[in-house]
């Protein structure tokens, strides 16, 4: 267990649904991450954030995604309209936004679109 | 793009060292080399990481190479509970991780 925690751990959806997942960073951590994975593999950057500022967003993140980080604590990963492409495992990390920039991450949230 | 290649899989038997290797030969002077892996449907584990020196924790060595074009991961006793997808990334303060394929290690009794 790193501290990062993830919720839900795996959710089915049909296509067309919305669905949020959110993420508890380490507590200390300024740096929040959204990874995505798909079978096979390694993890894609999305989004990172410094306390509650967005402040790089990947191509991949595609306008029906959007991510939050209300008072720099948790944070919300909602996709709108979901297709089936967005099936794919949803990782969270944390880092202390120092020098040496260790990311620690959550067990992530598998996510199936029917 | 990954600024890192690896091996797609290697072998290892159980009890003996595991040598995991990793070129990155454009690495910049200020990016460090870590090391994640990855054990089947769990979210990637950190290992360890190091910019210039040799560098040992509870978990593994790593070893960079004196022009830091490349570096090897050592799990010195190996255990079936190691088998997992092993990542190697290079990268600098405020950059994002840049995951490629990695090495899937199978250790085997």
């Known amino acids: 267990d790193t501290g990062v925690s993830q919720d839900p751990r795996h959710k089915i959806t049909k296509r067309g649904q919305n669905v949020t997942f959110r993420c508890d960073p380490i507590?200390?951590?300024?740096?929040l991450y959204w990874y995505r994975q798909t079978l096979g593999q390694g993890p894609e950057f999305l989004t990172y954030?410094?306390?509650?500022?967005?402040?790089?967003k990947s191509r991949l993140l595609s306008d029906r995604f959007s991510a939050e980080r209300p008072k720099g604590s948790f944070s919300t990963l909602e996709i709108q309209r979901t297709e089936q492409g967005d099936s794919a495992m949803y990782l969270c990390?944390?880092?202390?936004?120092?020098?040496?920039?260790?990311?620690?991450f959550g067990p992530g949230t598998r996510l199936l679109v029917l | 793009d990954a600024k890192t290649t690896q091996p797609p899989s290697m072998d290892c038997a159980e009890g003996r060292a595991a040598n995991l290797p990793c070129n990155h030969s454009?690495?910049?002077?200020?990016?460090?080399v870590y090391w994640y892996r990855q054990i089947h449907s769990q979210g990637p584990q950190y290992i360890i990481h190091g910019l210039k020196n040799n560098e040992t924790n509870e978990m593994a060595s790593l070893i960079i190479t004196e022009d830091r074009k490349s570096s090897t991961l050592i799990l010195p006793h190996a255990t079936l509970r190691d088998t997992a997808v092993y990542y190697c990334?290079?990268?600098?303060?405020?950059?994002?991780?840049?995951f490629g394929p990695g090495t899937r290690l199978s250790v085997l009794p």
């Open positions: 954030f410094q306390n509650e500022a967005q402040l790089e």
């Open positions: 507590s200390e951590h300024n740096r």
């Open positions: 454009t690495i910049s002077g200020n990016e460090y």
């Open positions: 990390a944390s880092s202390q936004g120092r020098e040496q920039e260790t990311q620690y």
């Open positions: 990334i290079v990268s600098s303060y405020g950059q994002n991780f840049v």
